[in-house]
Nanobody, 123 residues
Framework: VQLQASGGGLVQAGGSLRLSCVAS????????TAWFRQAPGKEREFVAA????????RYGDSVKGRFTISRDNSKNTVYLQMNSLNADDTAVYYC?????????????????WGQGTLVTVSS
């Protein structure tokens, strides 16, 4: 499956952005999907994950209560709504898909990756 992320950009602190990730070339509803992010000089960090049906989600501690992951299997798309953004959220955001049935929080568990979209939060 191929993943294409979009929606990044420059936003002021306290603002919002919605990222999208469109899947192609596979049965999207077969995959759990996730968002990771990577800031300059840092390791790739788990942000959020959603199971294949959309009924179960997980979040990293740093984004709980501010970010919401969702998916629309009819559109082969997963979303990340990001609110109350701050400078620490500045990073390249990647969407990922896994054929495994459980939730995983490490990049190595994901089979497929999008190209990343840059989010810059100005303070």
């Amino acid at each position: 499956v191929q993943l294409q992320a979009s929606g990044g950009g420059l936003v002021q602190a306290g603002g919002s952005l919605r990222l999208s990730c469109v899947a192609s070339g596979g049965t999207f509803s077969n995959y759990n999907t996730a968002w990771f992010r990577q800031a300059p000089g840092k390791e790739r960090e788990f942000v959020a994950a959603i199971n294949w049906s959309g009924f179960s989600t997980r979040y990293g501690d740093s984004v709980k209560g501010r970010f919401t992951i969702s998916r629309d299997n009819s559109k082969n798309t997963v979303y990340l709504q990001m609110n109350s953004l701050n400078a620490d959220d500045t990073a390249v955001y990647y969407c990922a898909a896994s054929s495994r049935s459980a939730f995983y929080y490490t990049p190595s568990a994901y089979n497929y990756w999008g190209q990343g979209t840059l989010v810059t939060v100005s303070s």
